[in-house]
């Protein structure tokens, strides 16, 4: 009797998810239409990347459809960050005074607190709001409060677990060199998508390239494929990246 009735709650679960388009333009066609909603995914990257470019272009999707978004970072300047992005044509301070765009400038210290507490600034904005999309710019700097890869992936699991209570589907940026291998590779296995953004130099010039290393319930792309950064953002070119590129 039990087991059915685990079996039932699961089945509920699964119906009420479904694909989250990215806002970024190819995309979506290499992850089966979009994140799996209420998910919790890593998009990881080097300095110059596009991490929180990639990050902006989901959240801003979001208030396309209507939804409440929050833009929660622990190395920007608000005014600096807002002059930045109106280089891609983005008008940030409109979309906050449209009521559906928040930014929270936080510190590290204050999300170990929120996890002490259950909860704190963010989720009260996260519930008085209906945020459906959040990102978190980015964890690299939580991390550090920490010693030891134990001690990290304590932390983020209870990162997490609260995130895991305001149904939202969350985009998570880390600071890192994929190819190295590094920063991310204490909560790997406990997210459930991870987004590679590579900026490699090829000869004389760099070339930007991405991959999905993991998108859970998803049959995602295996390629490397290319983007490029415009006024609009980010753009996946088609096909993937052939050998010789």
Known sequence: MVEVKKQKK??????KYH???SGVPGFDSLIEGGFESESINLVVGGSGSGKTIFALQFLLEGVKKGES?????FEEKKSEFYNNM?????????LENSGK???LEYSPE????TLEEGGGTIESLVLKNKVKRLVIDSITSFSFLFEGDFSKKQANLG??????????TTLLTVQSDPSKKESSQTIDFEVDGIIN???NRIGKKRQRVLEILKMRGTNHSKEMHAFEIKKGGITVKKGAVKKSD
Not at 10 to 15: G, H, N, P, T
Not at 69 to 73: D, H, R
């Open 19 to 21: 694909r989250i388009n």
């Open 86 to 94: 109106k280089i891609l044509g983005w008008d940030l301070e409109k």
């Open 69 to 73: 978004v929050l833009y929660v970072t």
């Open 10 to 15: 699961f089945l509920k679960k699964e119906e």
């Open 197 to 199: 953004l590579y900026f």
């Open 110 to 113: 204050k999300v170990k607190v």
């Open 101 to 103: 765009f928040f930014f």
């Open 159 to 168: 990162l997490f677990d609260v995130i895991n209570k305001w149904d939202c």
